[in-house]
């Protein structure tokens, strides 16, 4: 009987240890090929299904589908939301991976942080790994086709050449400067405002809930740069001295983790001129923190950021944009409040209610 009950023991702490290592073995500091961040996006449901879900919003022009994460806790009630997309360039690698990373981050942090417990409260985190998904799988394909970076739709009529700049297609000043109309141009901006499938998808959802989001940011590389609306000289954003204060802000929290600095400004100040970008688009439509991340490096490595620096590149963005987001919740939600409402919230789920028993 012992003996029976000794060797039932061990079988099931072999496996809750295989669980163990099944759950940690996803490596956070390599590039992952499109196939195993699917499958990580499906464990992230598994690992929290109290707060994780996934959600189609789109297809690409080869027909696969385009998901994010949505993760936040379910209190029956409409929430404020940030949205943050990676992978809209498929050879930036780098930004995939820091969206992986933040997921991994933000996860972690509820389980015993009351401030990010209150933020995930009062907010849902949209987080698409990859946009760009026919032209991130493309990049995968072989060394000539590593630094692709627009998706894959075919020209128009007459052209043999594929692929948009889908940071250039949306519905901000469309056409007008930093782009090019050559369709093999790699900043080609397609043959009208939204006209790929990719842009199309997140017009339409963020569009749709326009007056949810508190904060747009959008993932790229490189040039460790903090980018903020408008690319156009032209025009400036309204909330152009708070965009800049929360920026620098930002920017200090990046440098505090590795000692690396970032720029912040608008493109034509601190990069260059160009339209129809998806950060000048969504400040558009209302939305009022909106930031283009450019990640590490300065121009060494450039698009081919090595393994080894994903680890410090992610830690330091992290910090950055978590900046940005608890600024954004603590404009719109008091302290004491956000507090009040994340505790009354823990203390239900201890009692087993949750927002599906609450309707």
Known sequence: MLFSVGLSLVVLLSVVGAATVERVEYDYYKYHP?????????????????????????????????????????????KKAIWMDCGIHAREWISPAFCQYFVREILQAYKTDPKMQAMMTNMDFYVTPVLNIDGYIHSWKDNTTRLWRKNRSP??????????????????NWG????????????????????????????????????????????????QLLLVPFGNPNFTASNYDELMKVGKGAADAIRS???KDYTVGTSPDVLYAFSGSSRDWARMQGIPLTYTFE??????????????????TCEEAYSGALHIITYAHDKTFSGATATTAATLWSMLLALGVTGTTLM
């Open 176 to 223: 007008t400067l930093g782009v090019s109309l050559e369709c093999c141009n790699n900043t080609f901006c397609g043959i009208k405002p939204v006209s790929e499938p990719e842009a199309q998808a997140v017009t339409y959802f963020v569009g749709n809930r326009r007056e949810d989001f508190l904060c747009f940011l959008t993932i790229h590389s490189y040039g």
């Open 257 to 259: 983790v590795h000692g």
């Open 295 to 312: 990640l590490r490096d300065d121009g060494t490595f450039g698009f081919e950021l090595p393994q080894d620096q994903i680890q410090p």
């Open 155 to 172: 020209g128009p009529l007459n052209c043999t050449c594929y692929g948009t700049d889908l940071n250039r297609n949306f519905n901000a």
């Open 34 to 78: 499109m196939p195993e961040i699917t499958d990580w996006m499906v464990q992230a449901v598994k690992n929290y299904p109290e707060v994780v879900t996934i959600m189609e919003y789109g297809q690409t022009y080869e027909k696969r589908t385009i998901s994010l994460l949505k993760i936040g806790v379910n209190t029956g009630e409409k």
